[in-house]
Nanobody, 116 residues
Framework: QVQLVESGGGLVQPGGSLRLSCAAS????????MNWYRQAPGKERELVAT????????RYADSMKGRFTISRDNVRSTVYLQMNSLKPEGTAVYYC?????????WGQGTQVTVSS
């Protein structure tokens, strides 16, 4: 079955960096677009970044452009999110997402807290 397992979250000061990972299994990873979403307290889940199946096309929410980088390793079936210049409003649970045969799959999420 499809499994997505995020890791790498934590507490970071404003201006700091974190790298999130999402290990995938249960499907042909290299054939699918992968996404990162986040959900801040009291807010709806929002799309952060998207990467095409072979990594040649990446897209970002406007507020993340220039600071976040999505990448993937199709050998390790892992997608990454490098987050630089983090801001307090970046505090959220970050989720890995796959749309597979019309159904959305989510990991358990990893908490990122940006605070001094």
């Amino acid at each position: 079955q499809v499994q997505l397992v995020e890791s790498g979250g934590g507490l970071v000061q404003p201006g700091g960096s974190l790298r999130l990972s999402c290990a995938a299994s249960g499907f042909t990873f290299s054939a699918y677009v992968m996404n990162w979403y986040r959900q801040a307290p009291g807010k709806e889940r929002e799309l952060v970044a998207t990467i095409s199946s072979f990594g040649g096309d990446t897209r970002y929410a406007d507020s993340m452009k220039g600071r976040f980088t999505i990448s993937r390793d199709n050998v390790r079936s892992t997608v990454y999110l490098q987050m630089n210049s983090l801001k307090p409003e970046g505090t959220a649970v970050y989720y890995c997402n796959l749309r597979y045969y019309g159904k959305d799959y989510w990991g358990q999420g990893t908490q990122v807290t940006v605070s001094s």
